[in-house]
């Protein structure tokens, strides 16, 4: 599966610690984030981590559109509590929601929601993303392209 990470500045260390405590899950997955939250989840636990560009220099938008394609099975965005002044972050979270809304990503705004959603990944039972998605090994191997 391939799942997504951002994590507000607030919540960075949140999203380093839940990794460290999934490692031996998400390391089964492909796995990509937002550069800096990226940097400190691969730094803290090892994993391989695709690093987008940082979220406020287009990072989230990077990862809306890769949810657009249905490249993303997952995302866990670790949001900060207090509103926004930035009516340009409030667009980029609601085109980042709406897309996953859209296209059946299951998405983690917490904690508590992100250990369910680990938990299932874990059991299978997001194994149908693995239909939509165009990238997964199940489409590579329909197609005969799994190298």
Same mark, same amino acid.
């Given at each position: 599966? /391939?799942?997504?990470?951002?994590?507000d /500045?607030? %919540? %960075?260390?949140?999203?380093?610690?839940? +990794?460290?405590?999934?490692?031996?899950i998400?390391?089964?997955h492909n796995i990509c984030?937002?550069?800096?939250?990226? %940097?400190?989840v691969?730094?803290?636990?090892?994993?391989?981590?695709?690093?987008?560009l940082a979220?406020?220099?287009g990072?989230?938008?990077?990862?809306?559109?890769k949810?657009?394609? *249905?490249?993303i099975d &997952?995302? !866990?965005?670790?949001?900060s509590?207090? @509103?926004?002044? $930035? @009516?340009a #972050?409030?667009?980029? /979270?609601y *085109?980042?929601?709406?897309?996953?809304d &859209?296209?059946?990503? @299951? &998405?983690a705004?917490?904690?508590?929601?992100a250990e369910?959603?680990i +938990?299932?990944?874990?059991?299978? $039972? !997001? /194994?149908?993303?693995? #239909? &939509?998605n @165009?990238r997964?090994d199940y489409?590579?191997?329909?197609?005969?392209?799994?190298?």
């Amino acid at each position: 599966m /391939d799942i997504a990470l951002i994590a507000d /500045d607030t %919540k %960075k260390e949140l999203m380093t610690q839940f +990794c460290i405590a999934y490692c031996g899950i998400l390391s089964k997955h492909n796995i990509c984030a937002t550069s800096t939250t990226g %940097k400190y989840v691969s730094e803290a636990t090892g994993l391989e981590i695709e690093k987008l560009l940082a979220g406020e220099h287009g990072g989230q938008q990077q990862i809306t559109s890769k949810i657009s394609y *249905n490249e993303i099975d &997952v995302l !866990l965005y670790f949001r900060s509590t207090s @509103p926004s002044m $930035d @009516p340009a #972050i409030e667009e980029a /979270d609601y *085109n980042l929601l709406r897309m996953c809304d &859209v296209h059946n990503v @299951p &998405v983690a705004t917490n904690i508590a929601t992100a250990e369910v959603l680990i +938990c299932a990944v874990e059991r299978g $039972d !997001l /194994d149908w993303r693995e #239909i &939509v998605n @165009p990238r997964s090994d199940y489409n590579r191997r329909r197609r005969g392209i799994l190298y």
